[in-house]
Nanobody, 122 residues
Framework: QVQLVESGGGVVQAGGSLRLSCVSSERSFSARAMGWFRQAPGKEREFVAAILWHGGTTYYDSVKGRFTISRDNAKNTVYLQMNSLKPEDTAVYYC????????????????WGQGTQVTVFS
């Protein structure tokens, strides 16, 4: 059973920054793509960003240029640096583990963290 534990959420004024972290318990972390998703009240969960095993990244259009996903395989951790935050970024943010080893594209898996709340006020 893989555990994903997110942290780093909080309350921030518009224009501010936060860095989210997600620590994985999986020994083969470096072979997996990892993703960040978010869910705002009354809305469906949506993709935010992903990073492949080799470091390639992809982003949801609305966060391009503001958010940066990265990983530290030595720490089994994936990060989401969020800058220039907007009220519409308010949501619970979840990390997700890619489903297959050494995938060439992000393949959403079944393992999710518990989520971390991000609230941006204007």
């Amino acid at each position: 059973q893989v555990q994903l534990v997110e942290s780093g959420g909080g309350v921030v004024q518009a224009g501010g920054s936060l860095r989210l972290s997600c620590v994985s318990s999986e020994r083969s972390f470096s072979a997996r793509a990892m993703g960040w998703f978010r869910q705002a009240p009354g809305k469906e969960r949506e993709f935010v960003a992903a990073i492949l095993w080799h470091g390639g990244t992809t982003y949801y259009d609305s966060v391009k240029g503001r958010f940066t996903i990265s990983r530290d395989n030595a720490k089994n951790t994936v990060y989401l640096q969020m800058n220039s935050l907007k009220p519409e970024d308010t949501a619970v943010y979840y990390c997700n583990r890619g489903d297959t080893y050494y995938s060439g594209s992000y393949d959403q898996g079944d393992y999710w963290g518990q989520g971390t709340q991000v609230t941006v006020f204007s």
